[in-house]
């Protein structure tokens, strides 16, 4: 059988230096799904609409995961007021970032607890003047 490319994303890690305290971030402040952790052992799993995301601690160096997560929401501005009524510090006020035909891009950023880039991200109708 013929190689027929890479599939669906499963999984995304994203490195954290205390679980307890990321398993309350992210289920807790941000609404995530908790799936389930693992018993002694630094790692906690959450479902991000069908894709897993691993918090856990790195075994080594070599591990340590960098990635910026861009979760989708439906009305961003609603997204934006609750997490800032649940303490998560923005870097900026929702903005456009591009417009293309009949929608808009917009987005805002925030970190985690160790200091890891979160964006929310949306889609809008482009409002039509007058």
Same mark, same amino acid.
């Given at each position: 059988?013929?190689?027929? =490319?890479?599939?669906?994303?499963?999984?995304? &890690?994203?490195?954290?230096?205390?679980?307890?305290? /990321?398993?309350?971030?992210?289920?807790? #402040?941000? !609404?995530?799904?908790?799936?389930?952790?693992?018993? =002694?052992?630094?790692?906690? $799993? $959450?479902?991000?609409? =069908?894709?897993?995301?691993? @918090? !856990? #601690?790195?075994? /080594?160096?070599?591990?340590?995961?960098?990635? @910026?997560?861009?979760?989708?929401? &439906?009305?961003?501005?609603?997204?934006?007021?609750?997490?800032?009524?649940? !303490?998560?510090? $923005?870097?900026? /006020?929702? +903005?456009?970032? +591009?417009?293309?035909? /009949?929608?808009?891009?917009?987005?805002?950023?925030?970190?985690?607890?160790? =200091?890891?880039?979160?964006?929310?991200?949306?889609?809008?109708?482009?409002?039509?003047?007058?």
């Amino acid at each position: 059988m013929a190689f027929q =490319g890479l599939g669906a994303i499963g999984q995304i &890690h994203m490195s954290v230096t205390d679980v307890d305290r /990321s398993v309350a971030f992210y289920r807790d #402040v941000l !609404g995530i799904p908790f799936l389930f952790s693992v018993e =002694g052992q630094p790692m906690a $799993f $959450f479902d991000c609409d =069908g894709v897993r995301l691993y @918090l !856990g #601690v790195p075994e /080594s160096p070599e591990f340590r995961s960098n990635p @910026l997560l861009y979760f989708v929401v &439906h009305d961003l501005d609603e997204a934006y007021a609750t997490l800032r009524e649940r !303490g998560v510090e $923005f870097r900026d /006020s929702p +903005h456009l970032v +591009h417009r293309a035909g /009949s929608s808009e891009l917009w987005m805002t950023f925030f970190t985690d607890p160790d =200091g890891n880039n979160l964006v929310l991200m949306a889609d809008k109708p482009v409002q039509s003047a007058g």
